[in-house]
T-cell receptor, first 109, second 115 residues
Framework: QKEVEQDPGPLSVPEGAIVSLNCTYS??????FMWYRQYSRKGPELLMY????GNKEDGRFTAQVDKSSKYISLFIRDSQPSDSATYLC?????????FGKGTRLHILP | SAVISQKPSRDICQRGTSLTIQCQVD?????MFWYRQQPGQSLTLIAT?????????ESGFVIDKFPISRPNLTFSTLTVSNMSPEDSSIYLC????????????FGDGTRLSIL
């Protein structure tokens, strides 16, 4: 079992919809959880960073961590075409970051 | 967050040659890292670039193939040596501004194709 599992998609949703992106992990030692957004021909850009179970909100983005289920989610409200990108989950332990493979998201105008 | 510049942004190279990728940060950072991103694969850490000493390589990566320098707190280079088509990938520099479990920030990467 891989340490981090993420559905690669692609995921296509209409503009304005709520998007849900998810990752599961197997190692309970992970302490910090991140979501990165990567546009084509660009590097990953940090969107959300959290270290506790529960929700963290930043504008249209909400990151959710459930350590008991080893499951993290990113919700995007009122999705826009500019949200079309690849979203990478990541989690860290012992100063090392493990990334998911990324989910390609397409927001349809 | 720090502004990270990578050069070149892309290159096409011949088999058997070497290419050096540069990473420049606009402020002093604690840690610098080099990653590889292959299509359909997770970002994979190649090594941690240590200032003033040899880099720390991850399993599967060796110094002879990927020599790394970090002469100061704002600059690092990664060389991909004796390239083969399997080295075609995106190579990314990342930094951690402060210590501990703070997140990393990435440059835009170098897209490398080997013929």
């Amino acid at each position: 079992q891989k340490e981090v599992e993420q559905d690669p998609g692609p995921l296509s949703v209409p503009e304005g919809a709520i998007v849900s992106l998810n990752c599961t992990y197997s190692n309970s030692a992970f302490q910090y959880f991140m979501w990165y957004r990567q546009y084509s021909r660009k590097g990953p850009e940090l969107l959300m960073y959290t270290y506790s179970s529960g929700n963290k909100e930043d504008g249209r983005f909400t990151a959710q961590v459930d350590k008991s289920s080893k499951y993290i989610s990113l919700f995007i409200r009122d999705s826009q075409p500019s949200d079309s990108a690849t979203y990478l989950c990541a989690m860290s332990k012992d100063d090392k970051i493990i990334f998911g493979k990324g989910t390609r998201l397409h927001i349809l105008p | 967050s720090a502004v990270i510049s990578q050069k070149p942004s892309r290159d096409i190279c011949q088999r058997g040659t070497s290419l050096t990728i540069q990473c420049q940060v606009d402020s002093q950072v604690t840690m610098m890292f080099w990653y590889r991103q292959q299509p359909g694969q997770s970002l994979t850490l190649i090594a941690t670039a240590n200032q003033g000493s040899e880099a720390t390589y991850e399993s599967g990566f060796v110094i002879d193939k990927f020599p790394i320098s970090r002469p100061n707190l704002t600059f690092s280079t990664l060389t991909v040596s004796n390239m083969s088509p399997e080295d075609s990938s995106i190579y990314l520099c990342s930094v951690r501004v402060s210590g501990g479990n703070q997140p990393q920030h990435f440059g835009d990467g170098t897209r490398l194709s080997i013929l």
